[in-house]
């Protein structure tokens, strides 16, 4: 085994011991911060130990990392292990647009907003395919750097320098909203305030140290968000299967939801809610067989509904009526337009 081979193994062994400690420390922490929960201290105040905790751990980060070497500032000296690299890598893909965005996006447009998860891992697979290699071949620092001395001339480097802060800046922004939300809902201050304090962490690490600096919060970065995936993950599996790790239990889990699904098929409120609906839909296509027939049919029942209302006296239910009315289409051709 040669000198640097020796070099780099005595590395990763020291790394792992650290970041050993890390998780160690941080779980202590987060531990401690839930006595102190539970002896009554303030949810501010916690938010604010931890949102501090951070900052203090980025700066400190940033100091001892701190270095004039271009090599280290931009790439980190190339002297990372893979194994850190991937996790670095890993916790910038799980970043607030990720670990908010993606989460909300799914939810609120289902299938449709998977292509946002599509987009940006396709993205780095794509970089570290067809440029991170290259980037490194070249001797080069920056992608504009790159294809300038790739191609030559100024037009290619222009070309990389607008696409590449046209691609930052929207992701960027969706970041610092991110850090803006959770730094709000920490410590109960001003959005604006909270986008400060959240990015102040940040630019004094990646000021001082570069890449180097911000590859390795990035390594602590993924302990913290492996820890909060993997956390509900084990809290629901052992709520719902009794096990862990859900995704071996995950035969047992479909036969469950099968089960669940059948029973819920077979509830007679189910069945209820069921023939209704088909006796709308139903009532709809004879509708659209007779246009004409279902044009009087809708329009006296709107004026039964109109007497009713009057007869009443109801204020309230006079004036929907009055305007249902008004809304009603005049003739059976102004409807079929409408329809």
Known sequence: MNAAALVDRALSARLYRIYGWYAVGFGAFVLILGLLEHRGLPRQTIGYLFLGSTLLLYAYVGVINRTNDPADYYVAGRRVPAVFNGMATAADWMSAASFMGIAGGIYLQGYAGLAFVMGWTGGYVLIAMFLAPYLRKFGQWTVPDFLGARYGGHIPRLLA?????????????????????????????????????????????????????????????????????????VWIGIKLAGFPLPQLAYGYDLERVTRIEQALMDDPKEKEVRAIFAQRAASAKANLTDGAAAFESSRKALEEQMNRARTSGNQAEIYRAERAMAGFPRTEAEARSAR
Do not use: E
């Open 161 to 233: 320098v607008v696409i590449t802060v046209i691609c930052s800046f929207t992701y960027v922004v969706a970041q610092i909203y991110g850090v803006g939300l959770i730094t709000t809902w920490l410590t109960g201050v001003d959005f604006t305030v909270g986008i400060f304090l959240g990015l102040t962490g940040v630019l004094v690490c990646s000021f001082l140290g570069g890449m180097k600096a911000v590859t390795w919060t990035q390594v602590a970065q993924y302990i913290v968000l492996i820890i909060a995936y993997m956390a509900p993950v």
